[in-house]
């Protein structure tokens, strides 16, 4: 895996990083193209933006809000 360097700048009240053409390259991304950021044990990770775990995580969202006590119970056992 290579890591490379990158800066974060400011755009307006947010702030945005700058990836290497090489990398967007490699993984297909372009201006506008919507991204995920995840954080995990080992720091952020940035994977493009899949239609269909949207679809599936909007799914689960949902089903956690409606059986959240279920969910709840189940998780003493």
């Known amino acids: 895996m290579r890591v490379r360097e990158t800066v974060i700048r400011p ?3 947010s702030a945005g990083v700058t990836l290497p053409k090489e990398t967007l390259e ?4 372009d201006k506008g193209t ?6 995990t ?9 899949d239609p269909s775990f949207a679809e599936a995580m909007a ?5 956690a809000k409606k059986y959240r006590n279920a969910m709840r119970e189940l998780s003493k056992r």
């Open 34 to 39: 919507r991204i995920y950021v995840r954080e």
């Open 11 to 13: 755009f307006g009240n």
């Open 41 to 49: 044990p080992d720091g952020i990770l940035l994977s493009p933006y």
């Open 26 to 29: 490699k993984y297909g991304l």
């Open 59 to 63: 799914a689960y969202r949902e089903g």
